[in-house]
């Protein structure tokens, strides 16, 4: 049986993080099949479009997708907004391919204890955010301007049916865990959050097993900072889980270590999903060799566990990577005093040894 992943390493520290994720799933087996493909801003400069046909096509095919990362000053402005790298690539994907499901775990490693920028044990973090990915005021519309561009509409929308299916994802991860879901909203001003609240309360009623609660996003933000242990699962909608994900994965020292998944229906027996690290594509540090792989590393785990149940790969892919950083091998952002700094690839190969090692 063939394993196909479909690989977009994108712009900016994309191709370097991406080949390093590879390199290491390779040393796991060679059970699995690599096909490549541009997207973002470089397929943009290519081909006029920052996804085009073929490479959609290729993920269609494909049983998971690894993506690097899209975008960059150059592409900020591009006309129309459709084609710029973010939208028109990462928001289409999602889009296209219903990855309705971002599942983004941040938890402390033992070994940068002190990246944190909170202090000592409090900063220890152990949670999932799962944040719905296809819907909301990303993809609402109307989305426009109107009097001769001094009024800027977005539009925030949400079905029942959209917000029940992210909360089964979110059970299901819970029942993986501590069986906690902190479900966040703004009840107490959107209606979308209204409805949000109330059909999470009616599935936590036919779900006993899972503890539920629910919390105002302005009150999660603070409680994060105040004590992120008592987080198991975050459920939420889509722009407060982008915002809730990334100062969650601060918390852990480094946006570099974090990976996510993204996922839709399953295909072939199979849960398909894209893969990508938590971080940007970074241009300010792109081809100089500095950029933390750790993430898409842990995001090519993520595939092998979700996409291709492969636990005993998954497992060794985040052993070596604890392992690695124990014996003190470090890119420049989570770089500590009496640790050896490394390039991208120095740190890409010592994980792969460890993998076949171990
Ligand atoms: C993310 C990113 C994207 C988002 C941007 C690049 C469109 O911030 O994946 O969290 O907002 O979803
Ligand atoms: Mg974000």
Known sequence: MSFKVAVLPGDGIGPEVIAEAVKV???T??????????????????????????TLQLCRDSDAVLMGAVGGPQWENVQPASHR??????????????????????KTLKSLLNASPLKGDHGMIDVVVVRELTGGIYFGEPRERRDNGNTAVDTCVYT?????????????????RRHEIVSV???????????WREVVTEMAASNPDVKVTHMLVDNCAMQLVRYPGQFDVILTENMFGDILSDEASMITGSLGLLPSASMGPSKN???????????????????????????AILSAAMMLRYTFNDNEG???????????????????????????????????DAIAEAVKEG
């Not at 087996?29 to 073929?54: C, N, V």
């Open 314 to 348: 998954a497992d060794r892919i985040e052993e070596s990577c604890e392992k690695v950083l124990e014996a003190g091998l470090r890119t420049a952002d989570i770089f500590e005093k009496d640790c050896q700094l490394v390039s991208t690839t120095k740190l890409g």
């Open 85 to 106: 790298p973010e939208i028109g690539a990462l928001l289409a994907l999602r889009s296209e391919l219903t990855l309705y499901a971002n599942v983004r775990p941040a």
């Open 185 to 195: 909203d703004k009840a107490n001003v959107l209606e979308t959050s209204r409805l």
């Open 29 to 54: 087996s060679d059970k699995y099949e690599f096909e490549e493909a541009i997207i973002g801003g470089i397929a943009y400069d290519q081909t006029g479009h920052p996804l085009p046909p073929a």
């Open 25 to 27: 799933v390779r040393a």
């Open 160 to 176: 029942k049916q959209e917000v029940k299916r992210i909360a089964e994802q979110a059970f299901a991860i819970a029942r993986t």
């Open 269 to 295: 027996g199979r849960l398909f999903g894209l893969y990508e690290p938590v971080h940007g594509s970074a241009p300010d540090i792109a081809g100089q060799g500095r950029a933390n792989p750790i993430a």
